[in-house]
């Protein structure tokens, strides 16, 4: 069964530094989505992507944060300069927007990201 | 907000039992999705049900909504141990837009 997947599982960084958080959506899909946990705490939305473009975005996806699908593969998030409060775990979904799944979100495994 | 809120917040069950979880919101949806995660992993979507829909069922679980009360249940039937995890209800009210999460119920099925 297709999946989302993301590399790396696990990215420790030193506080502002640059990270670069890489996903590759299903192949059939259309929207992409990045996702964020703090431990502990529920899952909020960062940003969505579709076309090429930012759809729609959140007060927590700021200057520092930016999005890319750099080849017809690959969709990356990228934290300019990590703040302590960066630490998390970045989920990217993605989903079709048609056929019989169209609108389910399916998550890959994320990426646990420490600020130190 | 269209905030979903889950509840309880934490539900302990034997085996065999049957789990009902509860999600509430407070806005028109266009679709809800319910999600499971295991300690620390990743997001496992469950069953998708849209806003002209009343019941869904996927193997042992089934998901009702209920637009008018702008509610949504759970169900895990003959519950497992392998259920023991967090369970969450996500909402959206564009078709592809954001999903907005709840704080989840914890499931712990005891053996």
């Known amino acids: 069964e297709p999946e989302v997947t993301q590399t790396p599982s696990h990215q420790v960084t030193q506080m502002g530094q640059e990270v670069i958080l890489r996903c590759v959506p299903i192949?059939?899909?259309?929207?992409f989505y990045w996702y964020r946990q703090i431990l502990g705490q529920k899952v909020e939305f960062l940003v969505s992507f579709y076309n090429n473009e930012i759809s729609e975005k959140s007060e927590i996806f700021d200057d520092q944060f930016s999005v890319e699908r750099p080849d017809g593969s690959n969709f990356t998030l990228k934290i300019r300069s990590t703040k302590l409060e960066d630490s998390a775990m970045y989920f990217c979904?993605?989903?079709?927007?048609?056929?019989?799944?169209?609108?389910?979100?399916?998550f890959g495994p994320g990426t646990r990201l420490t600020v130190l | 907000s269209q905030q979903g809120e889950e509840d309880p917040q934490a539900l302990s069950i034997q085996e065999g039992e049957n789990a009902t979880m509860n999600c509430s919101y407070k806005?028109?949806?266009?679709?809800l999705q319910w999600y499971r995660q295991n300690s620390g992993r990743g997001l496992v979507h469950l069953i998708l049900i849209r806003s002209n829909e009343r019941e869904k069922h996927s193997g042992r679980l089934r998901v009702t909504l209920d637009t008018s009360k702008k509610s949504s249940s759970l169900l895990i039937t003959a519950s497992r141990a392998a259920d023991t995890a967090s369970y969450f209800c996500?909402?959206?009210?564009?078709?592809?837009?954001?999903?907005?999460f709840g704080d989840g119920t914890t499931l712990t099925v005891k053996p």
């Open positions: 979904a993605s989903s079709d927007p048609s056929g019989p799944s169209y609108n389910e979100q399916f």
């Open positions: 806005t028109s949806i266009n679709n």
């Open positions: 996500a909402t959206a009210y564009t078709n592809a837009g954001k999903s907005t």
């Open positions: 192949s059939n899909h259309l929207y």
